[in-house]
């Protein structure tokens, strides 16, 4: 199982990593009224950091539990 944690303070919501996941685990929804990218099926997290490598905030950390 794998953790992936986002900063939402640097998160731009520019859905790079939304996109670059090949398991759908991301998304972008509202979070105190700002748009985020939100892990919302990190049991489905493959470990493979694409989400990592495509964010340009460097925002995202995955971490293997
Ligand atoms: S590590 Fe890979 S599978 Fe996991 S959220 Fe990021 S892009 Fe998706
Ligand atoms: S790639 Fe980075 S900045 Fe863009 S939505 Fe994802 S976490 Fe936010």
Redesign the pocket.
């Known amino acids: 199982m794998?953790k992936?944690i986002i900063d939402w303070d640097k998160c731009q919501a520019c859905g790079d990593?939304v996109d670059?996941?090949?398991?759908e685990?991301?998304v972008i929804t509202q979070k105190d009224g700002k748009d985020v990218a939100e892990?919302i099926r990190p049991e489905?997290?493959?470990?493979?950091?694409?989400?990592?490598a495509a964010c340009p905030e460097e925002a995202?950390t995955?971490t293997e539990e």
Do not use: K, N
């Open positions: 794998y992936i990593c670059s996941c090949p398991s685990v991301l892990a489905d997290c493959i470990g493979c950091e694409a989400c990592v995202i995955v």
